[in-house]
Nanobody, 122 residues
Framework: QVQLVESGGGLVQAGGSLRLSCAAS????????MGWFRQAPGKEREFVAR???????????YYADSVKGRFTISRDNAKNTVYLQMNSLKPEDTAVYYC????????????WGQGTQVTVSS
């Protein structure tokens, strides 16, 4: 079973930055499509960012409109780690953030981390 462990969450002031990390198990990690999601109190889980492989490019990233230009997803295959760099944080970014793996690259995520809390104060 693939295991994902998020870290890097915490309390930051509006306008600040935070980098989340997701450490993954699996010898074939480099082939996984990876995503970040978040869930705020009283809200449903929402998509934040994804990194996916394509036969047409070396790597494709996609972001929710709410975080475009502020968040960046990246990965270090040598460390089996995916990152989410979050800049210019806003109070509405407050949520539990989850990383997820689409190990078979079929468009659905079959493994999820436990989540890490991000709180942005105004």
């Amino acid at each position: 079973q693939v295991q994902l462990v998020e870290s890097g969450g915490g309390l930051v002031q509006a306008g600040g930055s935070l980098r989340l990390s997701c450490a993954a198990s699996g010898r074939t990690f480099s082939t996984y499509n990876m995503g970040w999601f978040r869930q705020a109190p009283g809200k449903e889980r929402e998509f934040v960012a994804r990194f996916s492989w394509s036969r047409w490019s070396d790597g494709n990233t996609y972001y929710a409109d709410s975080v475009k230009g502020r968040f960046t997803i990246s990965r270090d295959n040598a460390k089996n780690t995916v990152y989410l760099q979050m800049n210019s944080l806003k109070p509405e970014d407050t949520a539990v953030y989850y990383c997820a793996a689409d190990t078979k690259r079929v468009g659905t995520y079959d493994f999820w981390g436990q989540g890490t809390q991000v709180t942005v104060s105004s």
